[in-house]
Nanobody, 123 residues
Framework: QVQLVESGGGLVQAGGSLRLSCAAS????????MGWFRQAPGSEREFVAA????????YYADSVKGRFTISRDNAKPTVYLQMNSLKPEDTAVYYC????????????????WGQGTQVTVSS
């Protein structure tokens, strides 16, 4: 079956960096978009970033633009999220997702979800 396995979360001080990875397996993901969402305690899950199959279309939430970078390696297939200049408000469980397109992912509609990885940013 399809599996999305996230890694790279942890505890970091404000201003620091983390790199999340999500390895996908279980089917062919050709043409699919991949992305990241997050959910903070007491909040709804929110869109963070998405990337198209080719990598030519990339979308970010306004709150992370200029600080986070999404990328993918279709040979593996794996999606990454480089997070720089982290803030305490970035603290959340981060989820990897796969959907029919990057645009659809921006609407929080995904076909597959990972289990999540905790990111905690201390002030």
């Amino acid at each position: 079956q399809v599996q999305l396995v996230e890694s790279g979360g942890g505890l970091v001080q404000a201003g620091g960096s983390l790199r999340l990875s999500c390895a996908a397996s279980g089917r062919t993901f050709s043409g699919y978009g991949m992305g990241w969402f997050r959910q903070a305690p007491g909040s709804e899950r929110e869109f963070v970033a998405a990337i198209s199959w080719s990598g030519s279309s990339i979308y970010y939430a306004d709150s992370v633009k200029g600080r986070f970078t999404i990328s993918r390696d279709n040979a593996k297939p794996t999606v990454y999220l480089q997070m720089n200049s982290l803030k305490p408000e970035d603290t959340a469980v981060y989820y990897c997702a796969v959907g029919k397109s990057a645009v659809i992912l921006t609407r929080s509609r995904a076909d597959y979800w990972g289990q999540g990885t905790q990111v905690t940013v201390s002030s």
